[in-house]
């Protein structure tokens, strides 16, 4: 699976201020989906599941040629840049909390910039999570590689997926054709096919723009609560010229580092 499938910012927030009740690779899972969603992510994945079905056809589009498109588009996707801005809404007490920065997307590596409300800094390299938040002078490193494949599940929903592999993921009903800040979209329901998958969240959403089939807004709803997260992107930048530096760890003098 191509990296580019990132789930931006979304997966990784659900779990960013969460007691952390085990150790080893639950807790690499839980920050590394806290964080990569801070969209999302990501960037939710009700528990009424629908299987994909083909026949499906909204106006001009079929679910299959959308997914026919997002294959298309997945074969000369190496990576983006874009603003990102995450709205996550507690439903019990009708609670908003919005964080905005910036995503940059080369291959298997990802750079978050968060800028408010609170700064950090997320960035995977390959295998490698690390977690900067300035405000404590403090950098976390998590190593992915014995979760790959629940990693690689939240990776689907984001940029460079092709139609059949989001299909292999995912039971897909297609919702319609809707128009986003004067953008033409298609919004994509998803139902996750893995149990572990299905842990975190029950649904997803995701509207893709008609012109670049990319996703511009993700919808992500927490398995039990009903909570849930909206990510948008805007300024999107397919295939720029990004360098080696940009993903390289590098921390301010007097960085405490903590590697688990």
Do not use: C
């Amino acid at each position: 699976m191509p990296a580019a499938h990132l789930i931006p910012y979304a997966m990784m927030s659900r779990f960013l201020h969460r007691p952390t009740t085990s150790a080893g690779d639950s807790l690499i899972v839980r920050r590394f989906v806290s964080l990569l969603l801070i969209f999302a992510a990501i960037f939710g994945l009700s528990v009424a599941l629908v299987a994909a079905n083909s026949s499906q056809n909204h106006g001009s589009l079929s679910l299959d040629s959308v997914l026919a498109h997002l294959d298309d588009s997945a074969k000369n996707f190496h990576g983006l840049s874009a603003d990102v801005e995450r709205t996550k809404v507690t439903v019990v007490v009708n609670d908003r909390s919005t964080e905005a920065g910036t995503i940059l997307v080369r291959g298997d590596r990802m750079l978050l910039d968060l800028k408010t409300p609170d700064p950090r800094t997320i960035l995977r390299n390959g295998d490698n999570l690390f977690i900067y938040e300035p405000g404590l002078k403090r950098v976390e490193e998590f190593n992915l590689g014995k979760n790959r494949g629940l990693v690689d599940q939240f990776l689907l929903l984001g940029f460079g997926t092709g139609g059949k592999e989001l299909r292999r993921g995912y039971g897909i009903t297609l919702v319609g054709e809707n128009p986003i800040d004067d953008r033409k979209t298609v919004e994509l329901e998803l139902a996750p096919k893995s149990e572990d998958v299905l842990k975190q969240f029950s649904k997803i959403q995701i509207w893709f723009d008609q012109s670049i089939w990319l996703p511009v807004q993700q919808q992500l709803f927490e398995a039990g609560s009903g909570d849930y997260m909206i990510v948008r992107y805007s300024k999107m930048v397919r295939n720029p010229n990004i360098s080696d530096s940009a993903f390289k760890p590098r921390w301010p003098k007097g960085t405490e580092k903590i590697k688990h």
